[in-house]
């Protein structure tokens, strides 16, 4: 094969040599700093230099020094004058590249503005009456131009000294070699006779670290076998040996890493359509497995396997992977076996194309690893996919007409019914859509049937789906829909949740539309980011405006959707498009450096602070606007805020009666004259203040000490649990605390009322409240003055034990000391108030009974019925009023006076402000009430 090899090299190559001798000796010693002929290559071309290594030249470079009508012509030039710089002769060359198939003649570097080579590498090889010496070259790099110059030479030609004449007459023909004698050393570095290549006589002259050898007449032949110590541990050499003795004068290892690349591949149907609506073409099966002995590997995403073997292997290839594993209901998983001693193996999975089940495994597995991958592309983290390995994926399941997830696969039916074989492109995107939404922690209902879809939108980039379930000429869905959001069926297009589900994946095609003219490079990838992102956030079954929130929250680029996000528009269009618009982006900030007050001075005093900013438009100065009201009555007025600095407002509250409540919300405009409420929805919300001068508390009790509570009332019925007032030892089930451990009061307190104290480490029923009901009552509360309210923290479990969520907590309250009660509010049974935990209730006295100075609150805990686990705890009571000052002192700053009167007869004949009397209008009544009233 090597002779073969060089004769047609020759052919090739050889037409323009000039087989002219060079001149004159070559043996020139390599340590010398310069033989003659180097010195006069220097002297004849300056500007020129040696590169050497190891005493030897390894480049010539520098200004141009040879010229000719070709690029060989300048190579050959230069070589017949000087090759004796290298120690070699002219005619001891071929022009034999150092490539397959020996071509000569090399083009290199295009030139970026002509499109064509600058370069041309001319190649010779070294030989000695027809054999050739061990890679032994010189290479000449002529530049594509007028004349050709030659720039550089790049030489590994050895200095063959006075073996040439020597070497006269021992040229043996291959078939004369003492094979079993050249071979015998490198053969003993095997266990078993290795494989031994066919064999070509070279000339040894060293190479690399022993370059400067001696030459001599050698034999190259590659072997390849067992290690001497181990048979399975396979090596493969080439060696070069001494002709004559068999002495190894060199080897080389020719196992770079793997040895055997593996391509698992299968036909697959195109277009990720039913086989019956496409080609099948050659498809990577992505991670597929591979079985060898006892060893196991798995391809990367293309379908590429390498693997380092020992002999002659056999090797499996099935239609399961390192993600999934294939099951083929009814019959028997596509198993390739094939042997390979290495180079490349193939394997082609359905290669028949004539078992429906085989191509749907194929597909099934191809289109469950592209999705598999699509989703980690996007979010490498996803919950469960990141880590799963060998799920299962069942083809030919019976039935047809179906496919289905059922939480733990995804299933495939074969052809009937008057459909298709279902295990095919965007079907299993769906089931396997199905898969993401569950082990993301949603619900499935609609939006598991819309993201199913979706998965296949984003795989496939087109809104038909289901293409060929049942005929090729159209789909079963399609995500390119106008169906709207509907609050009571769903969707426009129908309730069942897979046509309700189109308003998912039309929200993500409207998107994809609107991405792919903004970003045509990248818009897959980032609607794919989101919708898969997304899945995480989602809640229950159900398609709604959340979904659009989510979308614009995971694109936003910071803190804050309501200034808008970088594709605000974009999503927020594609999701209004369905009816699911997300919230308005807010247009303008306002803040209020000292907060918005939750008391308004009756005499009208109170200011508020207010700061306009940008956020998504810019504020107009001096339009800033204060609504206000009474809440029980009218309609809102106006007053404009008074301006600082631009957008930079103070407003000022309006005087109301004492012990009303006061409504308002600020505005200002943009420069373009849209007006922006603060609350962003006002006036649906509102602030709202109490007219007062200040708040009071009429009684207090932190429970720390005794304030006169009655523990039990006579005609209570409990047994055990009643009531006391300590520092409660805590009960615990499970993980839930029954009975308090820590009460309310901050800092030194440690009281409050509970249902009976237990043992440290007693039984959880030991001390609870078993055989009735037992009764918390409050010693006599004034709550007279304006806007009494009664506040307290309060505590209770029915939820643990026996017969749970069965029984009540009532709270009931009393003007009249406690003659007749009302009911405050009722704990349970159900609800989420009584599973134990502090909760605060803060009440309006006025909505249950009118306020008195003999107000009092009782705390009933019951178990009623069936004995159940019933604990209860009271703490932190409070009634506090709001003031009001003197009626005649208007402006509230403490004395009657005239400023009173000033204000009194400036709104002479209204109402409100100065109606001291309350009659409904301001006049001589009001003015001798003040000033019977002052100072
Ligand atoms: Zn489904």
Redesign the pocket.
């Known amino acids: 094969m090597n002779f073969a090899r060089l004769t047609l090299s020759l052919a090739l190559c050889a037409s323009s040599l000039a087989y002219a001798q060079s001149p004159g000796a070559s043996n020139g010693p390599d340590s010398a700093p310069a033989t003659p002929s180097q010195s006069a290559f220097l002297a004849e071309h300056p500007g020129t230099g040696f590169f050497t290594n190891d005493g030897g030249i390894t480049r010539v470079y520098g200004a141009a020094f040879s010229n000719g009508a070709t690029p060989m012509e300048s190579a050959e030039s230069f070589l017949q004058s000087w090759a004796p710089i290298f120690g070699a002769q002219f005619g001891d060359l071929l022009a034999i590249g150092q490539y397959e198939d020996g071509h000569c003649l090399q083009p290199l570097m295009v030139d970026e503005e002509t499109g064509m080579e600058k370069f041309t590498l001319v190649s010779y090889s070294q030989f000695v009456k027809g054999v050739p010496v061990f890679r032994s070259s010189v290479r000449c790099l002529v530049r594509n131009e007028a004349g050709f110059p030659l720039v550089l030479v790049s030489n590994e030609l050895k200095d063959l000294g006075d073996f040439v004449t020597a070497f006269s007459g021992k040229v043996l023909p291959p078939s004369r070699l003492d094979m079993k004698r050249a071979t015998r050393y490198a053969l003993n570095e095997f266990r078993a006779a290795p494989t031994v290549s066919a064999q070509e006589m070279v000339i040894w002259a060293g190479y690399e670290e022993v370059n400067a050898a001696t030459p001599v007449l050698a034999v190259k032949f590659i072997a390849e076998g067992g290690n001497v110590f181990d048979e399975a541990s396979r090596q493969k050499f080439l060696f070069v040996v001494d002709a004559a003795s068999g002495r190894i004068l060199f080897q080389e290892n020719m196992i770079l890493n793997a040895d055997l690349t593996i391509n698992t591949r299968g036909l697959g149907t195109e277009n990720m359509v039913a086989d019956a609506c496409a080609n099948e073409v050659s498809m990577a099966l992505p991670y597929g497995k591979i079985t060898y002995g006892a060893t196991t590997v798995y391809a990367n995403a293309n379908g590429v396997a390498v693997a380092i073997i020992g002999a002659n292997t056999a090797f499996t290839s099935t239609t399961s992977g390192r993600y999934f594993t294939m099951n083929n209901v009814p019959g028997a998983e596509s198993s390739i076996t094939t042997s390979s001693a290495g180079g490349v193996l193939d394997f082609m999975h359905n290669s028949a194309n004539n078992v429906e089940l085989t191509r749907s495994e194929v597909n099934a597995y191809i289109q469950a690893n592209l999705v598999r991958d699509l989703t980690l592309s996007v979010s490498p983290s996803f919950p469960t996919i990141s880590t799963q390995l060998n799920w299962p994926i069942n083809v030919g399941v019976a039935g047809t007409c179906n496919a289905y997830y059922d939480g733990s696969s995804i299933n495939f039916y074969a052809s009937g019914g008057g459909c298709n074989n279902t295990g095919f492109g965007d079907v299993v995107h769906?089931e396997y859509g199905?898969h993401l939404v569950a082990v993301a922690g949603s619900g499935q209902g609609a939006y598991?049937?819309g993201m199913?879809d979706v998965m296949g939108v984003l795989m496939k980039d087109q809104p038909e789906l289901g293409v060929g379930f049942q005929t090729c000429a159209n789909g079963i869905r399609n995500a390119n829909n106008t169906c709207q959001y509907s609050s009571t069926g769903c969707s426009s297009c129908g309730s069942e949740i897979?046509a309700c589900g189109q308003l998912i994946s039309g929200c993500v095609w409207s998107l994809r539309n609107t991405f792919a003219v903004q970003y045509p490079t990248t818009y897959r990838a980032k609607l794919a980011a989101l919708a898969v992102n997304a899945m995480p956030l989602h809640t229950g079954t159900s398609i709604a405006g959340d979904i659009t929130i989510d979308y614009l929250t995971l694109n936003d680029n910071n803190g804050n959707i309501s200034d808008g996000t970088p594709d605000y528009s974009a999503i927020n269009g594609a999701f209004t498009a369905h009816g699911l618009p997300g919230p308005a982006v807010e247009l303008l900030g306002f803040s209020f450096p000292s907060g918005i007050p939750t008391l308004s001075n009756p005499n009208g005093s109170t200011t508020v602070t207010v700061n306009v900013s940008a956020l998504s438009a810019t504020p107009a100065a001096g339009t800033g606007k204060l609504y206000w009201r009474n809440a029980t009555t009218g309609a809102f007025s106006v007053a404009n805020m008074t301006q600082g600095a631009p957008n930079e407002y103070t407003a000022t509250l309006p005087a109301l009666a004492c012990g009303t409540t006061l409504q308002f919300y600020f505005a200002a405009n943009t420069t373009t004259g849209i007006a922006v409420t603060s609350p962003a929805n006002a006036p649906t919300t509102v602030n709202n203040a109490s007219v007062a001068t200040g708040s009071s508390n009429t009684f207090v009790d932190t429970v720390e000490t005794n304030l006169g509570w009655t523990l039990t009332t006579a005609g209570d019925t409990a047994t055990t649990g009643l009531w006391v007032r300590a520092d409660p030892v805590g009960t615990v089930n499970g993980s839930t605390q029954v009975q308090p451990e820590l009460d309310v009061t901050t800092g030194t307190g440690v009281n409050c009322f509970f249902t009976g104290q237990g043992t440290a480490g007693g039984t959880l029923g030991a001390a609870d409240v078993d055989g009735g009901y037992t009764t918390l009552t409050s010693p006599t509360m004034n709550a007279t003055g304006s806007e009494a309210r009664v506040s307290y923290y309060r505590w209770y479990s029915n939820s643990q034990g026996g017969a749970p969520n069965a029984d009540t907590f009532r709270v009931q309250i009393s003007n009249n000391n406690g003659t007749s009660w009302v009911a405050l509010e009722t704990v349970g049974p159900g609800g989420t108030e009584v599973d134990g935990g502090w909760i605060y209730k803060n009440l309006r006295i006025a909505d249950f009974v009118t306020p008195t100075a003999t107000m009092k609150l009782r705390f009933i805990a019951d178990d009623a019925g069936t004995g159940s686990l019933i604990e209860a705890a009271v703490d932190e009571v409070r009634i506090s009023v709001v003031e009001c000052g003197a009626a005649e002192d208007l402006n509230g700053d403490g004395i009657v006076d005239a400023a009173d009167v000033a204000i009194l007869l400036n709104n002479w004949g209204g109402s409100g402000i100065g109606d001291i009397d309350g009659n409904g209008v301001v006049d001589a009544a009001d003015v001798a009430a003040l000033l019977n009233a002052w100072g």
């Open positions: 769906h199905h598991g049937e199913g897979h």
